[in-house]
């Protein structure tokens, strides 16, 4: 990337409209940094070459100038209101703001864009799409969210879409996709309950996500079926790939429980017993298709290719991957000691 100035270019940009966002004190500056972190990264999703990038870039820029026009005729109608409190009090206003910006970060139930604009794309731009694009319109997010109906309604939607969109999907990019939403539905659930419970979420969520797709990407694995016929000369980076996956899936020993941990605790606390029992149910569904691949994968025996023998992979990048799973396996327990120790 560093080779290419117009990549290097749109890539600062979309990092700028990012922080334009959550540092700005107004709605209209917050939807422009929106709007600029938009135009940054359509550039760098096109591919001339793949007619799939184009076809994605064109379904992700229509949604979210939609999303854009959404948010700006809100935020326009709200400051010509003569209560200029008006958003705090007026639950209209909320679901207005809130919903452009579910729109933006593909929260069900409007996820409809998410997982065909996550098919067309290479694995580093699904990365950018799956962390980086979140964390303007989260950030919006817990500026107004407050829990109702509404919230309540959206959580659960998706939690249940992330879950059950997962099934019978052979398609990796969608696989996370999926897994993106039901994460989404986790995150807003943490804001109930303050800004560091979802940032901590989202830390979390970012460090194994961008494990998976780093891994994904150097075997250039797009279906699972590939996860199964793959590195069998190689057992070791194959159970850091799929120990990575049932980590993201929220299994208790690994990392990814930990933060899930935290919101059932305090969801418990705040009074939120059949919300928190609907997520814990669903997310035992997502880990059922994730053991299923798993358990594909590990115990049956597949034909390996002669080809893949003639696959070297160098030692540095076995260490990178082994310690990436280290830190996912080994982190809840290690979380857990040094908050006993202190």
């Known amino acids: 990337m560093l080779n290419n100035p117009t990549k290097l270019l749109f890539s600062s940009t979309l990092i700028g409209g990012t922080l334009i966002s959550i540092s700005s004190n107004s709605w209209l500056s917050a939807w ?17 070459k793949n007619i799939m990038s184009t076809e994605a870039s064109l379904k992700y820029f229509l949604i979210q100038a939609l999303a854009s026009t959404s948010l700006l005729f809100s935020v326009i109608l709200m400051h010509v209101s003569s209560d200029m409190s008006i958003l705090m009090n007026n639950y209209l206003f909320m679901i207005l703001i809130s919903s452009t910006l579910l729109l933006k970060m593909g929260a069900a139930p409007f996820h409809f864009w998410f997982p065909g604009t996550m098919e067309g794309l290479n694995w580093m ?46 398609s990796l990019r969608k696989l996370m996709a999926y897994s993106s939403i039901n994460h989404l539905g986790w995150m807003i659930a943490a804001m109930i309950s303050g800004e560091n419970l979802w940032e901590l979420y989202f830390c979390i969520y970012l460090f194994l996500s961008s494990s998976l797709v780093f891994m994904f990407n150097s075997f250039q ?98 260490i990178l991957m082994t310690s990436l799973t280290m830190i996912s396996v080994l982190g809840l327990m290690i979380c857990t000691i040094m908050f006993n120790v202190i």
């Open 32 to 48: 422009m940094g929106l709007e600029i972190n938009l135009l940054s990264f359509i550039p760098l999703m096109t591919n001339s």
């Open 221 to 318: 694995l797009f279906h699972i079926n590939q996860g199964f016929l793959m590195m069998n000369n190689m057992p070791v980076l194959k159970f850091c790939l799929f120990s990575l996956l049932l980590s993201l899936g929220g299994l208790p020993p690994f990392l990814g429980f930990l933060p899930k941990w935290m919101i059932i605790q305090s969801m418990t606390e705040l009074n939120y017993l059949f919300i928190i029992t609907i997520m814990v149910v669903m997310t035992l569904i997502t880990l059922f298709f994730y053991l299923r691949i798993c358990f594909s994968a590990f115990l049956m025996s597949y034909t390996e290719l002669k080809w893949m023998n003639t696959m070297n992979y160098s030692s540095s990048m076995t």
């Open 125 to 170: 731009n699904c990365l950018i799409l799956m962390t980086w694009q979140k964390i303007a319109p989260l950030m919006l997010l817990s500026y107004v969210i407050k829990m109702n109906m509404f919230t309540a309604f959206v959580i659960l939607l998706s939690v249940i879409i992330g879950s059950l969109g997962g099934f019978n999907q052979t």
